[in-house]
Structures are given as structure tokens and as C-alpha cells.
């Protein structure tokens, strides 16, 4: 069975950054596609960032210069990094592994 557990969401200030971990078990592909997305109140799941075992990088257009993304070297775990944050990035972030399998998510807070 396929879980992935999120990490490391909280309440931030604006102009701050955070790690959001997202650690995958129960699943191994060599080719593999790991996305973060995020929900805000109201609004759809958007995408923020992936991830693509031939090493491409995909960034959303509202957050493309504030964030990166990574993975470990056992692949099983993948980070994402935003920086610079404000207040329209507060939002449920969900990782997701092919697209198919979905964490419970983790809220991120921007706010002074």
C-alpha cells in the first residue's frame, strides 16, 4: 500500500521560508513523476512544484521564483523549498506521487 506523510507546514511570517517534507513508502518506480500542490480556501489545487525522474523541473507561474524542489537519494523522499513567503501562499500542501497516491496534507500559514 502506497502512503505518503507530509511535513514541516506551520505558521510563518511573510518574507520567511520553509521545508515541507513529503516521504513516500510503500512504493518504488524508476521512473517516477512527485508533485507538491496546494489548496487554499476556495480556490482549486494548483500545482507548485514537480518533480520527474529524467530530472525535470516544473514550477507553478504564482510561486516559480520562490521555490525549488528536491529529492533524497533513495528517492522516497521529496522536499520542497519556499522562500519569501506571503500571504497568498498560506494553503493545504499536498504531495503526491504519480498523481495517483496523495498525502493528507499540510497547512502552511503566512501571516504577521
Known amino acids: 500500500q502506497v502512503k505518503l506523510v507530509e511535513s514541516g507546514g506551520g505558521l510563518v511570517q511573510p518574507g520567511e521560508s520553509l521545508t515541507l517534507s513529503c516521504t513516500t513508502s510503500?512504493?518504488?518506480?524508476?521512473?517516477?513523476?512527485k508533485g507538491w500542490y496546494r489548496q487554499a480556501p476556495g480556490k482549486q489545487r494548483e500545482l507548485v512544484a514537480s518533480?520527474?525522474?529524467?530530472?525535470?523541473?516544473n514550477r507553478g507561474i504564482s510561486v516559480k521564483d520562490r521555490v525549488s524542489i528536491s529529492a533524497n537519494d533513495a528517492k522516497d523522499t521529496i522536499y520542497l523549498h519556499l522562500h519569501d513567503l506571503k500571504p497568498e501562499d498560506t494553503a493545504v500542501y499536498y504531495c503526491?506521487?504519480?498523481?495517483?497516491?496523495w498525502g493528507q496534507g499540510t497547512q502552511v500559514t503566512v501571516s504577521s
Open positions: 503526491t506521487d504519480d498523481g495517483t497516491f
Open positions: 510503500g512504493s518504488f518506480r524508476s521512473i517516477y513523476y
Open positions: 518533480l520527474v525522474s529524467d530530472g525535470s523541473v
